[in-house]
């Protein structure tokens, strides 16, 4: 995502281990885009799922579409841990449904996406549907190297 532009809008797929930096790199890619007064959003998918249920709750604050138009809205969009999200199959697939309903929205936008899985593995976990708009006009960079979490236990 070298430039930032409306008129040629990209994807960006971080991949990797866990505790390489991917949401840290992220994050810092998405404030350096509001700091230049462009609009944006950072949400873990499994979060953006939790607070997509709320939503059905009787005395809910907000409404599902509430929150599916500001995702869609954004300029760019930053879903972090895609394919980290579970269920069983009845969930699994609302989850998918979801996913999509995101996703799809966000064609012609600015999105990052982030995930533990390899492209095999996500394309399994979010369903090749979903896979295959995420990565139209997409970038995809593996990060490597060790959990920088870890750093202190090693000798």
Not at 1 to 12: G, I, K, T
Request: glycine share 8%; charged share 25%.
């Amino acid at each position: 995502m070298a430039e930032f532009s409306f008129d040629f809008p990209r994807n960006l797929l971080l991949t990797g281990s866990y505790g390489l930096g991917k949401s840290h790199l992220a994050a810092a890619m998405l404030k350096e885009l509001l700091g230049k007064g462009h609009t944006g959003i950072f949400i873990s998918v499994p979060k953006l799922l939790t607070k997509l249920k709320a939503t059905y709750k009787k005395n809910s604050e907000f409404a599902e579409d509430d929150l599916l138009t500001v995702l869609e809205q954004a300029d760019c969009l930053v879903l972090d841990d895609i394919g980290a999200e579970h269920g069983n199959d009845h969930s699994g697939s609302w989850s998918i449904a979801k996913v999509f309903e995101v996703v799809d929205s966000r064609l012609g936008k600015h999105t990052i996406y982030t995930t533990n899985l390899n492209g095999r593995d996500l394309q399994e976990k979010v369903g090749a549907r979903n896979f295959s708009r995420m990565m139209q006009q997409c970038e995809a960079i593996t990060i490597q190297g060790d959990d920088y979490r870890l750093r202190q236990f090693r000798s």
